[in-house]
């Protein structure tokens, strides 16, 4: 059987290869011809997809990307895995989901499977595609099979991965629930069906809106405990001593991705589509984005404490991806604690094995060689993503200030004495 992947990213990529590596025949339908190109090369471009494990897939002719919608005939099962970004006054951008499914419908024939992955707001697989796909002239349930699948993919997260994260399946009635767990069945290990398509979109809005909620609420801990003079690592820590612990969220400087920031405002769109007011996103999102202005205030008053102003020092960001052990920093809140400190007249350098340059928010910045010397040549180290691979015990030593928004250090012992946490 032959299986189109449309939309070649983090999470088009991965899925690709395990329909792959179970014997499918897997078009990838990806418009960045670059991209294409490199997977036609055998050349991963995902943190998550060895390119060992990309290439012979490629090699023995089980997965090729093609830039247009003439295989689409060819194919049983089509997985979309399409970007949905917000427009710029935050509302839902279904700008690809809508071309690809236009794009579908030209091709659409008897049998044909459709899964939407991407994340959305409930209702978009039967009001906006479904009728997209009916101006065919082809039926649901009869001619073709609808279903949403999210994506659950947890960037850099080597535990859980597209093979083993349980999949959750809604359809738009009973034959396509059935096409699509059979057909995710193949390559995942479990298999929900839930009862329609909003259904399966409720679910994954509704998990990320969970953890973008639980963050706000321990960042906003963390913001009362700093004017209480306490550890929120120490309440944290101390907190999770109860039975079943409290689910860990960590206080950051603010919420990075392209998923936990943008996925809840399309929940909080459609509710207020039907005249509903949901607090907790707009909150969430409002205490998410205060963070790198704290960051800064936190940076200021370390620094005034040992006798430095801010716009006098040299500041050594340590991290500018959106979090741990990924190269990705869309949406970083690193970058707008950068904006800020330069804002403020400091001079920002920044270290991150995983980024060697960025240009993001007008900041247009290339990664320094983390040394000793630089450490020493600078008033304080503001360490903002906690990556494994970097030496904080070197860092430690070296340093005159750091401020630690991670509490990545908490197990260093030389040069604790010069660390503050968030
Ligand atoms: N963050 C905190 N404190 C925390 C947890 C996260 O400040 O306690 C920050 C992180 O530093 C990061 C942002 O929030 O900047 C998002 O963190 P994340 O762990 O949710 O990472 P994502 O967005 O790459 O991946 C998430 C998935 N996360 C997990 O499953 C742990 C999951 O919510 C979704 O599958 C995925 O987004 C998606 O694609 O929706």
């Known amino acids: 059987a032959t299986v189109g992947v449309i939309g070649l990213g983090y999470v088009g990529l991965p899925l690709a290869v395990e329909k792959a590596k179970v014997g499918y025949r897997v078009i990838g339908i990806e418009h960045n011809p670059l991209r294409a190109q490199q997977v036609n090369q055998g050349q991963s471009y995902i943190a998550d997809v060895k390119t060992e494990e990309l290439r012979p897939l490629v090699e023995q002719g089980l997965l090729k990307a093609v830039c247009d919608f003439n295989d689409v005939e060819t194919m049983d099962a089509l997985i979309i895995c399409v970007p949905t970004p917000l427009t710029k006054n935050r509302t839902p951008d279904l700008q690809y989901v809508e071309s690809v499914t236009h794009a579908i419908a030209r091709h659409l024939r008897p049998g044909h499977l459709i899964a939407l992955e991407s994340t959305t707001y409930p209702g978009t697989t039967d009001e906006v595609m479904l009728p997209i796909l009916e101006a065919s002239g082809l039926q649901r349930e009869v001619d073709f099979f609808l279903a949403h699948s999210p994506e659950r993919v947890d960037p850099g997260n080597q535990r859980y991965t597209t093979k083993n994260t349980n999949k959750i399946v809604g359809a738009v009635g009973p034959q396509s629930l059935y096409a699509a767990e059979t057909f995710y069945k193949q390559t995942v290990e479990h298999v929900v069906t839930v009862s329609s398509a909003k259904t399966a979109e409720l679910v994954k809005v509704f998990e990320n809106t969970f953890r973008a909620v639980n963050i706000a609420l321990v960042n906003e801990l963390t913001l009362l405990c700093d004017r209480m003079n306490v550890s929120i690592w120490d309440v944290l820590d101390a907190a999770n001593t109860k039975p079943f612990g409290i689910m860990p969220f960590y206080p950051g400087l603010g919420v990075g991705g392209h998923c936990i920031p943008i996925d809840p405002h399309y929940l909080e769109w459609k509710a207020k589509e039907l005249n509903f007011n949901t607090h907790f996103i707009a909150l969430a999102g409002e205490v998410n984005r205060r963070m790198p202005e704290?960051?800064?205030?936190?940076?200021?008053?370390?620094?005034?404490?040992?006798?430095?102003?801010?716009?006098?020092?040299?500041?050594?960001?340590?991290?500018?991806?959106?979090?741990?052990?990924?190269?990705?920093?869309?949406?970083?809140?690193?970058?707008?604690?950068?904006?800020?400190?330069?804002q403020n007249g400091a001079h920002v350098l920044y270290h991150d094995p995983l980024v060697p340059a960025f240009e993001e928010h007008g900041v247009e910045m290339s990664s320094q060689a983390l040394t000793g010397e630089l450490v020493e040549s600078c008033d304080l180290v503001l360490i903002t993503t906690d990556h494994s691979e970097v030496e904080y015990q070197m860092v430690l030593h070296h340093a005159h200030l750091v401020l630690d928004t991670r509490n990545v250090t908490r197990s260093l012992t030389e040069g604790r004495e010069k660390v503050t946490l968030l």
């Not at 920093?329 to 400190?341: D, M, Q, T």
């Open 294 to 342: 704290f960051v800064l205030e936190k940076t200021q008053r370390v620094l005034n404490g040992a006798g430095k102003a801010l716009s006098q020092s040299t500041i050594l960001v340590l991290g500018v991806a959106y979090k741990k052990d990924l190269g990705d920093f869309r949406e970083s809140p690193a970058i707008e604690v950068i904006r800020l400190l330069k």
